[in-house]
């Protein structure tokens, strides 16, 4: 850490894994509701504890891409951060919204919550992902304008790198395309298209910006490879990003009443996505082989390999299994898509959240380079079981959902909704133990924050 | 990557991609929004019952439906798609109120499978809730889903 403002990461990743762990206690709940119907109704119905579960997921990402641009655009602008007060008080402001929004998801009715947020004088509420009251997106508007603001400032002042742009552009282009959650027409059809201009252009557009520049940013500290060479990979990495990202939308207006042509527009380019993903794990890995340096931190190194990787299988993989017009007629809306889902956000987002927070707070909190032998081997074991364990719930969410559609869709006098549900049971209970093991997985995370953390630091001999 | 590719043709793939296929997708949603009107059922929202309908999707909203079910296949996975569910009741109005104050008034203990929650909709609502599922049903989805069943 070379710059004092730096610290206001802190709370924004301690915040993030708070949320994290809140995330996967509500799955938790969830995965049980699939097989005990009536596990904890009517107190805590499926909806509520999925609207936790996403939005926790949403809230503890944009907390984490905001900690590792405080983290790492000082450093890249090589200046002091414009104001640290005010990235403390937007995270203070950010973290109370956050909390203040799932006690009324819990504590109240949704209809009670719309009710006493104001709904009716701007309805955007109860439509998925986007469920948070009004006034809690006026407040994440008022969030992402301050960070964008101190931000901007920094870098105006400082050095100009191809990182920090890239990220200002994700980032951007972020708040921006929240602004569509405003926008919720009686048509349906115009509610939907344009639901999708956050939803599928944050994760499968300006969000791969974030990735790839924190992905480039832990890169060159970890391998000490040339920084034209990463910025020249990122560079092309987020235009094929972008080439086949932008039409690739056109996946998700197969049979929401829009024109066909997008089955063609939707289809062919959203076969191109894979390839920035694809494009990601060649560069994490050969820039790996070709480091100048052993950098003593090496779970931050396994992280972004792992990243790399399960971004690759999650959103490139699984996402192209589905995504022609004529299979996705059959898949559309089934466990495939939860499949799919599970694995492309923990993938990508997940995991390159974790590499930074892996990199930089053993920085942040007064290490030189590195945490601990101890803690280092207790975040390895702890990154194999959540990533073995993510991959067990998308294989069993993928056999559920083959035979769902099989049950329902495909056969000559298809089942009813419920009828195939109960014969997926099986699967749906394998899913839930995998859950228990990314809970542990999650938990020996947090351990290696304590466990170890007196003892001296890593060093290159020692992991030679 | 070699030599010869520099980072500068890098970027100026990025901006140049970035910019034409923004702008190819700016011109394919203009497209879209001249052709809707042939698709998404809005003679449905123009007619009559077109403020019941709009009430229908607000109280869709405001009870969070989407947290369970699916609408034209987009939602959550817990219970049925609801997009079609006017034809799978035969195209019946009736039908459809009357499972939907069947499904809201069953007790709340003792029934150990999936469960609608018991919300208190008046016969006004639900009747609302039934002409949004129609309208919604009557939207030309290329055909989609594959049977009544969702």
Known sequence: MQYQSQKVAIPYFVGAIVLFVAQILFGLIMGLQYVMGDFLFPEIPFNVARMVHTN???????????????????????????????????????????????????????????????????????REFLEQPTITKIGIVVVALAFLYNLGMTILRGR?????????????GLAVLFLFSFYNPTNLVLDKFFWWWVVHLWVEGVWELILGSILA??????????????????????????????????????????????????????????????????????????????????????????????????AGVWGFMHTLSPVNYYTHGSQLTAAHGHMAFYGAYVMIVLTIISYAMPLLRGRTAANSERQQTLEIWSFWLMTIAMTLITLFLTAAGILQVWLQRVLDSPLPFMAAQDQLTVFYWMREFAGVMFLIGLLLYIASFFVGDKEPEASVKTIA | ?????????????????????????????????????????????????????????HLWEVNNCIGCHTLLGEGAYFAPELGNVYKRYGSNLDAVKGRIKGLISLPAEGIPMRRMPRFKFTDEEIAALAEFLKYASEINTSGWPPNDQG
Not at chain 1, 92 to 101: I, R, S
Not at chain 1, 160 to 172: P, R, S, Y
Not at chain 1, 222 to 248: H, P
Request: hydrophobic share 55%; no cysteine.
């Open chain 1, 56 to 126: 926790a997921l949403i809230v503890w990402l944009l907390m984490g891409f905001m900690g590792a641009a405080y983290y790492l655009v000082p450093e890249e602008a090589e200046t002091e951060l414009h104001s640290p007060f005010l990235a403390k008080l937007m995270f203070w402001v950010f973290f109370a919204a956050a909390g203040l929004t799932v006690a009324g998801y819990l504590l109240v009715p949704y209809s009670t919550l719309a009710d006493i947020t104001g709904n009716e004088l701007l309805p955007t509420m109860g």
């Open chain 1, 160 to 172: 100009k790198t191809a990182i920090n742009l890239v990220l200002m552009i994700g980032l951007v």
């Open chain 1, 217 to 314: 940013f832990v890169l060159i500290k970890v391998t000490g490879v040339d920084r034209e060479i990463i910025e020249k990979w990122l560079y092309i990495i987020i235009a094929m990003a972008f080439i086949s990202g932008i039409i690739g939308t056109g996946h998700h207006f197969f049979w929401i009443g829009t024109p066909e042509y997008w089955q063609w527009w939707g289809s062919i380019f959203s076969a191109l996505e894979p390839i920035p993903f694809f494009m990601m794990t060649i560069f994490a890995f050969s820039m790996v082989k070709q480091r100048r340096r052993n950098h003593p931190n090496r779970v931050a190194t396994l992280w972004a390999l792992g990243a790399s990787v399960m971004a690759f299988l999650g």
């Open chain 2, 1 to 57: 990557m070699s030599e010869a590719f520099t980072k500068s043709m890098a970027r100026n793939i990025f901006y140049g991609g970035a910019f034409f296929f923004l702008l190819l997708f700016l011109a394919l949603t203009f497209d879209t929004i001249n052709a809707l009107p042939k698709l998404d059922n809005r003679a449905a929202l123009e007619s009559p019952v077109g403020p019941q309908i709009a009430k229908g999707k």
